[in-house]
T-cell receptor, first 114, second 115 residues
Framework: DQQVKQNSPSLSVQEGRISILNCDYT??????FLWYKKYPAEGPTFLIS?????DKNEDGRFTVFLNKSAKHLSLHIVPSQPGDSAVYFC?????????????FGKGTLLTVNP | GAVVSQHPSWVICKSGTSVKIECRSL??????MFWYRQFPKQSLMLMAT?????????EQGVEKDKFLINHASLTLSTLTVTSAHPEDSSFYIC???????????FGPGTRLLVL
């Protein structure tokens, strides 16, 4: 049972435009969400997180939006750059993330074309 | 800061042999380390959680006698795949966190191929 779903396996965007990566979850106990970026043959790199008490968190070009009622979150990257091309994983945790256990989605491959 | 290394980065072994993978936190004390496995085009699946000085907690379906985890110090955890078989071939990634960190930091992963 996939508790964290990333339904788009891939996304292609032009440089300078906005990239929107989506993630849905089914477990209502999740209250802390994270996005990771992963290059081939490397471990994931933490990008940005959001607590369920917020609906938006912004860090530079990256913004994460959380819609608790829909159990949906999205990562916006604007403007997109070729170096953003990677696999993006959505992850969710319980207990405010304090127990650190993460449940990951399958990832979305983002390709930013020059 | 918050750098995690893994060794080796890739390994090829014969079926039936055991393989040890090391995970080190280079600039912080890792009170908790995690081991994940990733199959192609799949998500990272948590295998086990280990706290320094205590036994690892394995996720459902993960054989503890097959995947031996040792977390003997605050900077080192090891995963030993015992009597490896071709179906154990995968990408193994560790992560670590500490009391001063807000999330897990991942190692670069180890690609295991069992022939």
């Amino acid at each position: 049972d996939q508790q964290v779903k990333q339904n788009s396996p891939s996304l292609s965007v032009q440089e300078g435009r906005i990239s929107i990566l989506n993630c849905d979850y089914t477990n209502s106990m999740f209250d802390y969400f994270l996005w990771y970026k992963k290059y081939p043959a490397e471990g994931p790199t933490f990008l940005i997180s959001i607590s369920s008490i917020k609906d938006k968190n912004e860090d530079g070009r990256f913004t994460v939006f959380l819609n608790k009622s829909a159990k949906h979150l999205s990562l916006h990257i604007v403007p997109s750059q070729p170096g953003d091309s990677a696999v993006y994983f959505c992850a969710a945790s319980r207990d405010g993330g304090s127990n650190y256990k993460l449940t990951f989605g399958k990832g979305t491959l983002l390709t930013v074309n020059p | 800061g918050a750098v995690v290394s893994q060794h080796p980065s890739w390994v090829i072994c014969k079926s039936g042999t055991s393989v040890k993978i090391e995970c080190r936190s280079l600039d912080f004390q890792a009170t908790t380390m995690f081991w994940y496995r990733q199959f192609p085009k799949q998500s990272l699946m948590l295998m086990a959680t280990s706290n320094e000085g205590s036994k690892a907690t394995y996720e459902q379906g993960v054989e503890k006698d097959k995947f031996l985890i040792n977390h003997a110090s605050l900077t080192l955890s090891t995963l030993t795949v015992t009597s490896a078989h071709p179906e154990d071939s995968s990408f193994y990634i560790c992560s670590a966190t500490g009391s001063t960190l807000e999330t897990q930091y991942f190692g670069p992963g180890t690609r295991l191929l069992v022939l």
